[in-house]
């Protein structure tokens, strides 16, 4: 069982929240580098934001319909 105060040292030592860092919540299961890409497009200006979400959502249409073709 982890201490508090190490719990804090290794959520800023691993720039984490503190359910990520203990396998628990929501977000624990994804991959760190995924949450890193999906917090800097959060700080990105909105027009910027919806030319990602442009060419993600076409790229997650385009392997759907690879699936479907095979």
């Given amino acids: ?3 508090i105060e190490v719990s804090l040292k290794m959520v800023k030592a691993f720039d984490a929240s503190v359910d990520y860092i203990i396998g628990e919540g929501q977000l624990s299961n994804y991959d760190k580098d995924v949450l890193k890409r999906i917090e800097y497009i959060e700080h990105l200006p909105e027009e910027d934001k919806a030319h990602f979400f442009y060419v993600i959502d076409n790229l997650i249409k385009a392997v759907k319909l ?5």
């Fill in 1 to 3: 069982m982890l201490s």
């Fill in 66 to 70: 690879k699936s479907i073709a095979l």
